[in-house]
């Protein structure tokens, strides 16, 4: 049976309108996101993984950013169509993000109590638990010990491991039905990660929430991921299971990036050791954006950018976009 998408992105596009032109951010972005599945991200810096979370999220940078085009289905429901205190509902309860950086989404003047207690007052009204206990019984969940006194502690009091898993209560405390998981930077050593992504992942089960997880670091998306979603220049390029990501990519982007990764069992920053850089995204090349790094390209590829192509008989899994897979 078909499982129903929590999230369904429909031609997405989110531009950015400087003084030097439009930069077109995200520019038709396509992908669905089933209930209790984990799609990864991947693609290089500046090829528009934060500004898709940020378009769900209703976060785009103002007044520069715009969504101009697309659908966001959160349940079918447009999340495009909706007001910014509509949002403002969803991103508290429904929909969640955290950032890697722990410190840039706590506030150092409160308590770490104080914060979670804030975001959990909401999804509250109707039970009658006191707000404390709950707050303590979040901290409970995402394994800090002692919870009843560490409430009391200033994130600075904190170690960088434990802030991570205070933000993680904190998104979790509306029972969210999608978490946005964006690691930009890698600012944790190997170990909390590691104890950060099994949290994860154990309170997915717990609630069945989906999670998007953005990340540069393939051990990661083998690691925690259902599904992948390849981004080049404001597109997905590819998007596939994880194995077939891994083991069977069909767009020469995909094929290069699985080459830059030396061994997805270590711990390593994915490399993205491909010649050239990616196109400004204010002057796209008329054409595929990948054309003038890519070993295949040909005539076709430098005038019109490629159509969807399905991979296998498995409607929808595995797509990419790309002139070789329809042409040759
Ligand atoms: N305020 C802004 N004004 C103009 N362009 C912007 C602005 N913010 C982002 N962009 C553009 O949007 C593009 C996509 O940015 P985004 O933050 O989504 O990249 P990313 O894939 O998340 O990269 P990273 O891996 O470095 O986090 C960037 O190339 C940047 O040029
Ligand atoms: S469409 Fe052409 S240039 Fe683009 S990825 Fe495919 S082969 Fe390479
Ligand atoms: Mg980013």
Same mark, same amino acid.
């Given at each position: 049976?078909?499982?129903?998408?929590?999230?369904?992105?429909?031609?997405?596009?989110?531009?950015?309108?400087?003084?030097?032109?439009?930069?077109?951010?995200?520019?038709?972005?396509?992908?669905?996101?089933?209930?209790?599945?984990?799609?990864?991200?991947?693609?290089?810096?500046?090829?528009?993984?934060?500004?898709?979370?940020?378009?769900?999220?209703?976060?785009?940078?103002?007044?520069?950013?715009?969504?101009?085009?697309?659908?966001?289905?959160?349940?079918?429901?447009?999340?495009?169509?909706?007001?910014?205190?509509?949002?403002?509902?969803?991103? #508290?309860?429904?929909?969640?993000?955290?950032?890697?950086?722990?410190?840039?989404?706590?506030?150092?003047?409160?308590?770490?109590?104080?914060?979670?207690?804030?975001?959990?007052?909401?999804?509250?009204?109707?039970?009658?638990?006191?707000?404390?206990?709950?707050?303590?019984?979040?901290?409970?969940?995402?394994?800090?010990?002692?919870?009843?006194?560490?409430?009391?502690?200033?994130?600075?009091?904190?170690? #960088?491991?434990?802030?991570?898993?205070?933000?993680?209560?904190?998104?979790?405390?509306?029972?969210?039905?999608?978490?946005?998981?964006?690691?930009?930077?890698?600012?944790?050593?190997?170990?909390?990660?590691?104890?950060?992504?099994?949290?994860?992942?154990?309170?997915?089960?717990?609630?069945?929430?989906?999670?998007?997880?953005?990340?540069?670091?393939?051990?990661?998306?083998?690691?925690?991921?259902?599904?992948?979603?390849?981004?080049?220049?404001?597109?997905?390029?590819?998007?596939?299971?994880?194995?077939?990501?891994?083991?069977?990519?069909?767009?020469?982007?995909?094929?290069?990036?699985?080459?830059?990764?030396?061994?997805?069992?270590?711990?390593?920053?994915?490399?993205?050791?491909?010649?050239?850089?990616?196109?400004?995204?204010?002057?796209?090349?008329?054409?595929?954006?990948?054309?003038?790094?890519?070993?295949?390209?040909?005539?076709?590829?430098?005038?019109?950018?490629?159509?969807?192509?399905?991979?296998?008989?498995?409607?929808?899994?595995?797509?990419?976009?790309?002139?070789?897979?329809?042409?040759?």
């Amino acid at each position: 049976m078909a499982q129903t998408p929590v999230l369904q992105v429909n031609n997405l596009k989110t531009h950015f309108f400087t003084r030097s032109g439009v930069v077109k951010a995200v520019d038709g972005v396509d992908f669905t996101l089933n209930a209790g599945e984990t799609l990864g991200i991947v693609g290089e810096s500046g090829s528009g993984k934060s500004m898709t979370a940020l378009s769900i999220m209703g976060l785009v940078p103002q007044p520069a950013g715009k969504i101009v085009e697309g659908e966001i289905l959160f349940n079918g429901d447009d999340l495009v169509k909706k007001t910014q205190a509509e949002l403002q509902q969803i991103r #508290g309860r429904d929909i969640c993000m955290i950032l890697q950086d722990p410190m840039t989404s706590l506030n150092p003047v409160f308590s770490v109590g104080n914060q979670v207690i804030e975001t959990v007052k909401q999804s509250l009204a109707q039970t009658g638990e006191t707000l404390k206990e709950r707050a303590i019984e979040l901290l409970h969940k995402v394994k800090i010990a002692a919870p009843e006194s560490r409430i009391e502690n200033f994130p600075h009091q904190m170690s #960088g491991g434990m802030r991570q898993r205070v933000v993680g209560a904190i998104a979790i405390a509306g029972s969210p039905q999608i978490l946005i998981a964006d690691e930009a930077t890698t600012s944790l050593d190997a170990t909390i990660q590691y104890q950060y992504l099994e949290l994860l992942k154990e309170l997915q089960r717990d609630t069945g929430m989906a999670i998007i997880f953005i990340t540069h670091d393939m051990g990661v998306v083998a690691k925690m991921c259902d599904r992948v979603a390849v981004m080049y220049a404001g597109k997905v390029a590819e998007i596939a299971d994880v194995r077939d990501i891994f083991n069977n990519p069909q767009h020469p982007y995909t094929e290069a990036l699985m080459k830059s990764v030396p061994n997805v069992e270590e711990d390593v920053e994915m490399l993205y050791a491909i010649e050239g850089q990616p196109p400004a995204l204010d002057n796209l090349p008329a054409g595929c954006t990948f054309a003038p790094r890519c070993q295949y390209a040909f005539d076709k590829c430098e005038v019109q950018f490629p159509d969807i192509v399905q991979i296998g008989d498995d409607s929808n899994r595995h797509t990419a976009t790309c002139w070789k897979l329809s042409e040759n």
